[in-house]
């Protein structure tokens, strides 16, 4: 079945230690997107990318980091610099006529 | 600056109620609008893409309208089920780029 897998679905972090979530579609889709969501709150954009070596800063993208050496894979690192990186983190790709498709989501918490 | 209104933000509703949900944007130079559903602690997933030159689309129980010279959306829900209980949201995507723009969401509960 095609889909966007991450893993892990819950991660636990101490401060000071960079963490990478990971972003795996098999949909053959161009664009992939990296989401951050808070209690309460819509969905924020951290980065996307249109194409494989090529991403772009999204609206909140201070203390993360992303690659697209590949097509079908888009991880997502949460550095030390990120102040306050709990959250919901979604990662999800847009086809042709750009109908956006989500993962199942990786809880990240900070002890 | 596009941005995307969701009203009411939580609903409350009995079994067998029709319902409809808003999404309002600022800006009518919009690719497409998608409206989403949530599920506690899960990723969201696609109920309808309308784009730009439709003005509305069905599937089931729901049908979604696109009003662009108004800015509004609407979710149409019929003879709602426990089952539809979830958040709702709709994103809109701008003309020329790949940036979705999202609403804060609908919290339905749907009684039994």
């Known amino acids: 079945d095609g889909g966007i897998t991450q893993s892990p679905k819950y991660l636990f972090r101490k401060e000071g230690q960079n963490v990478t979530l990971s972003c795996e579609q098999n949909?053959?889709?161009?664009?992939m997107y990296w989401y951050r969501q808070d209690p309460g709150q819509g969905l924020r954009l951290i980065y996307y990318?249109?194409?494989?070596?090529?991403?772009q800063k999204g609206d909140i993208a201070e203390g993360y980091s992303v690659s697209r050496e590949k097509k079908e894979s888009f991880p997502l690192t949460v550095t030390s610099a990120q102040k306050n990186p709990t959250a919901f983190y979604l990662c999800?790709?847009?086809?042709?006529?750009?109908?956006?498709?989500f993962g199942e989501g990786s809880r990240l918490t900070v002890l | 600056k596009q941005e995307v209104t969701q009203i009411p933000a939580a609903l409350s509703v009995p079994e067998g109620e029709n319902l409809v949900l808003n999404c309002s944007f600022t800006?009518?130079?919009?690719?497409?609008l998608q409206w989403f559903r949530q599920d506690p602690g899960k990723g969201l997933t696609s109920l309808l893409l309308?784009?730009?030159?439709?003005r509305e689309q069905t599937s089931g129980r729901l049908n979604a309208s696109l009003d662009k010279s108004s800015g509004r959306s609407t979710l149409y829900i019929a003879a709602s089920q426990p089952g539809d209980s979830a958040t709702y949201l709709c994103?809109?995507?701008?003309?020329?780029?790949?940036?979705?723009?999202f609403g804060t969401g609908t919290r339905l509960k749907v009684l039994a």
């Open positions: 999800a790709s847009t086809d042709g006529v750009r109908e956006l498709f």
């Open positions: 949909l053959n889709h161009d664009a």
């Open positions: 990318s249109q194409i494989v070596n090529d991403f």
């Open positions: 800006d009518s130079a919009i690719y497409n």
């Open positions: 309308i784009q730009s030159s439709q």
């Open positions: 994103a809109v995507v701008k003309r020329g780029t790949y940036k979705y723009i």
